[in-house]
């Protein structure tokens, strides 16, 4: 079954605490990016990939870090979490990064809170 | 960015057709409309997506008026598990960020 698979689905951190969300994607896409989702503002694409070691920021990059070691791979880092990122966080793949005549897949997603 | 409008919320009787509006006036020749759904505690999901004719999938269909400034996603028959926020993207085809931007969307709501 193609998915795209994060985890954890919830986490719970204090402030300060360095941490990892991990996604993954067995549809072998070369196209991955890191969305967040509040109340009022919607979903804000934070980094994007076009490629194993091709990432570039999106909207809203500020306190965050990506790597794509790996095509499948595509794990979003909080080096110094704040509170202000506690958010719902959707990682998403797709076939390529222009979406013009391809579908995206997104995760389950990530419910962050950070105290 | 090109931007899209679509009503905050309708309603819909399960079983009856939906007609789900949106406007995009400021689309270029080579952005594509996408539809996306959103259900409840889950991450977005894609329905459909086109250029410049009607579409139909197992999902839905989508209807692109001739001058591209609107479009419209028709549920054939809703039901209850069709419950969920939808929001129309326009992709923009020089783009090669990926970048889907998200509105607030519609909220649909079925009932039985």
């Known amino acids: 079954e193609a998915q795209v698979t994060q985890n954890p689905r919830y986490l719970i951190t204090v402030t300060g605490k360095k941490l990892t969300v991990t996604c993954s994607q067995n549809m072998n896409h070369e196209y991955m990016s890191w969305y967040r989702q509040d109340p009022g503002l919607g979903l804000r694409q934070i980094y994007y990939?076009?490629?194993?070691?091709?990432?570039d920021k999106g909207d809203v990059p500020e306190g965050y870090k990506v790597s794509r070691k790996e095509k499948r791979n595509f794990p979003l880092i909080l080096e110094s979490p704040s509170p202000n990122q506690t958010s719902l966080y959707f990682c998403?793949?797709?076939?390529?990064?222009?979406?013009?005549?391809?579908?995206?897949?997104f995760g389950q997603g990530t419910r962050l809170t950070v105290v | 960015d090109a931007k899209t409008t679509q009503p905050n919320s309708m309603e819909s009787n399960e079983e009856e057709p939906v007609h789900l509006p949106c406007n995009h006036s400021t689309i270029s020749g080579t952005d594509y409309i996408h539809w996306y759904r959103q259900l409840p505690s889950q991450g977005p999901e894609y329905v459909i997506h086109g250029l410049t004719s009607n579409v139909n999938n197992r999902m839905a269909s989508l209807a692109i008026a001739e001058d591209r400034k609107s479009s419209t996603l028709i549920l054939h028959r809703a039901t209850l598990r069709d419950a969920a926020v939808y929001y129309c993207?326009?992709?923009?085809?020089?783009?090669?960020?990926?970048?889907?931007?998200f509105g607030q969307g519609t909220t649909l709501q079925v009932k039985p």
């Open positions: 993207i326009l992709s923009e085809g020089s783009s090669n960020t990926g970048k889907l931007i």
């Open positions: 998403a793949s797709s076939l390529q990064g222009s979406y013009m005549n391809t579908e995206a897949f």
């Open positions: 990939s076009m490629n194993v070691e091709v990432t």
